[in-house]
């Protein structure tokens, strides 16, 4: 049997898709050296998660991306329903006023159109910029690479690290082990963590990225069901493609036939169009709506992320969003512990966090496919934060709208755009309307202003993740508080 190399690997992530890549960047920046393995030969290929929420589009900002996803997509198209090959009228995909309000502190006020495997093309490429350049600014050493066509079938942890199996190939020897390889993750079966949830909804749905002749590209064509046993179907444009993605659900029992021939009979039997005017089908699937929740997020040193850890009915464009999260909030915790000295109990801290985030967004999609929530101010994500974690600290007598814990607004302090002083792996100490200790930390930027809304007035130590983790209204506390990171005046 092919034995792990030598050389110990600081990260493997199981997984080639957003959360993958997404962790892979935020740790390349850090210097972690990490692996990448996917078990498919590529990348891939469909667009099954395409809107990116506004505080993704944060996260991605931050990750060095924000250029290139906003020149591959576009703001959702408005909804135009059909009937009987009529224009009856425009839907709301979501409410752009609730969606503005959220986001009244964000630079991102609507969700934005991306397919996914174009985001994973993204996330792919500046993976490969980070580790061509390990000595840059962003990446001071380390390295790494993807690896395709590696399916993995066990692993085996011990106090020093993991050893991850293959069906064919070397084993992979890792200090930690993260698995984002999907809803049917091997690592999370090999750990033998299971998941609790339920079916959404027994029918089963067609989602495919097909080439259609006769629609426009300027609405998202919504075809009605038109009886009992029939079920209904969208197809909307994919900005920056040729592609529509077309869904269609069936009644319960349905076979779902992927083919063109069985696409094309699906189109021109819900819609006026003929079965030649789709011209190609790029990828199609087949699938039925879940909500599950792993019973743990981690074990010992392997952790789960993405599907792996939670599995989202696609209503309200959820399940992409929550796992990019998971990444970007494992992702400086694995930096601290491996390249700056914090304790490894830190790492302890992503289920405490995560895991009610994903039931809370768990909650909010099944809501949205059942008819109970709106898309809106519950789906942009903004709002969600950490106030009950164990490394949330708020010493202020008297607190204001901006809390320990919270999402740090996306604000200008005298010029300065907070979000430009964050971008980056740094930790960041704002000073607003008092007097700003002296920090000799090389990890932690100072930015001096004054107070004014929403923040008030106080020291906010903002995290890597763009939440606040400490606040109050002198630096008394803050030297034991950065103490906890390894980050010592």
Known sequence: MSRASDAVIDVVIVGAGPTGLALGVDLARRGVNAVVVEKADGLFPGSRGKGLQPRTMEVLEDLGVLDAILAAGGPYPAGMIWRDGERVGEHRMFDADEVKEAAADSAFTEPWMVPQWRTQEILFARLEELWGSPRSSEAESGGGRVEFGREVVGLD??????????????????????????????????????MTGETVDPKPVLVSDVRISGLDRDNWHVFPPRGDDDGYMAICPLTGTEDFQLVAQF??????????????????????LAPEDVTEVRWASEFRP????????????????????????????????????????????????????????????????????????????????????????????????????????????????????????????????????????????????????????????????????????????????????????????????????????
């Open 157 to 194: 942890q011990d106090e020093d690290g993991v050893s991850v199996r293959f069906a064919s190939g070397p084993e992979l020897r890792a200090r930690y082990v993260v698995a984002a390889d999907g809803g049917r993750s091997a690592v999370r079966r090999a750990l033998g963590i299971g």
């Open 251 to 272: 009644p319960e029992g349905t076979a779902v036939d992927v083919s063109l021939d069985g696409i094309r009979k699906v189109a021109a039997a819900r819609s006026h």
């Open 290 to 489: 879940r909500a599950a929740l792993a019973d743990r997020f981690h074990s010992g040193r392997v952790f789960l992320a993405g599907d792996a850890a939670h599995v989202h009915s696609p209503a309200g464009g959820q399940g992409l969003n929550t796992s990019v999260q998971d990444a970007y909030n494992l992702g400086w915790k694995l930096g601290a512990v491996l390249r700056g000295g914090a304790p490894a109990a830190l790492l302890d801290t992503y289920a405490e966090e995560r895991r009610p985030i994903a039931a809370q967004m768990l909650g909010i999609s099944t809501g949205v496919h059942r008819g109970e929530v709106r898309r809106g101010a519950a789906t942009v994500q903004l709002g969600l934060g950490y106030r009950g974690s164990s490394l949330t600290k708020d010493t202020r007598a008297d607190a204001g709208a901006v809390r320990a814990g919270d999402r740090a607004p996306d604000t200008t302090i005298d010029g300065v755009r907070l979000f430009d002083a964050f971008r980056g792996p740094h930790w960041t100490l704002v000073a607003l309307g008092t007097e700003t200790p002296a920090l000799d930390v090389k990890s932690v930027h100072v930015v001096q202003g004054s107070a004014q809304q929403p923040h008030g007035k106080g020291l906010f130590l903002v995290r890597p993740d763009g939440y606040v983790g400490w606040a109050g209204d002198s630096a008394a506390g803050l030297a034991e508080y950065l103490a906890r990171f390894a980050l010592r005046q």
